[in-house]
């Protein structure tokens, strides 16, 4: 299981002035859900967040620890402030041990290819792969290994490898990744057309 923590406190102020105030207090408004319908207002420290979710994805379980009490969550949502580069909302989701969920799980590339190495240009057109499992049986992210990925090749997502009781809902023919020529294939210069050459000139006819 995740060992991410994250630390939060009740909110019970819901204005907008009060959530912009929380904002330039260098704190986060968040709700966590469940899936009972119930969502629970919260707060947490900008600083203290960002630290606890570094290398979070949205099939990462996390800790939520609200007062004396824990929660496992994913994290389903982070509003951003484009202009300041900051998170302006987060929204958390409750998961229970034995009741499946849903998740996108990361799909991240190891190796070097040897398309690549001999010309060939990386393509990785899907980063994500949703999934469906128990809480105890989802993945933090998948890893390719394209070591072995030569040009013109490519690797599926029915070629992932997973545990039997992770059931995938992405299209398993969707391209992962793939290895292209990057230079177009020479082509050999056309024949030059024959001339035909002109008839000889008649010679005059000899004079009678």
């Known amino acids: 299981m995740s060992q991410h923590v994250i630390i939060a406190e009740p909110r019970t102020l819901s204005t907008k002035g009060a959530l912009n105030s929380l904002r330039r207090d260098g704190r986060i408004p968040a709700v966590m859900y469940n899936r009972h319908g119930k969502s629970t ?43 300041r580069g900051k998170i302006d909302h987060v929204d958390f989701f409750e998961v229970e041990k034995d009741v499946v969920i849903r998740a996108k799980v990361p799909v991240h590339l190891i190796g070097n290819s040897i398309g690549v190495r001999e010309g060939g240009i990386l393509e990785n057109p899907v980063h994500e792969i949703e999934v469906e499992c128990l809480p105890k049986d989802m993945p933090e992210k998948f890893e390719v290994d394209i070591s072995d990925l030569h040009a013109n090749h490519s690797i599926h997502v029915r070629d992932i490898t997973h545990k039997d009781t992770v059931k995938i809902h992405s299209s398993l023919d969707q391209v992962v990744v793939l290895v292209k020529y990057a230079k177009g294939e020479e082509t050999e210069p056309e024949p030059e057309a024959e001339v035909a050459e002109a008839p000889a000139a008649a010679e005059p006819a000899a004079k009678a």
Request: with cysteine.
């Open 41 to 83: 207002p919260l707060v947490l420290g900008a600083k203290d967040f960002s630290k606890a979710v570094t290398g979070v994805s949205e099939s990462t379980i996390v800790q939520l620890h609200v007062g004396a009490d824990s929660f496992e969550c994913l994290i389903k949502d982070r509003q951003l402030d484009w202009l």
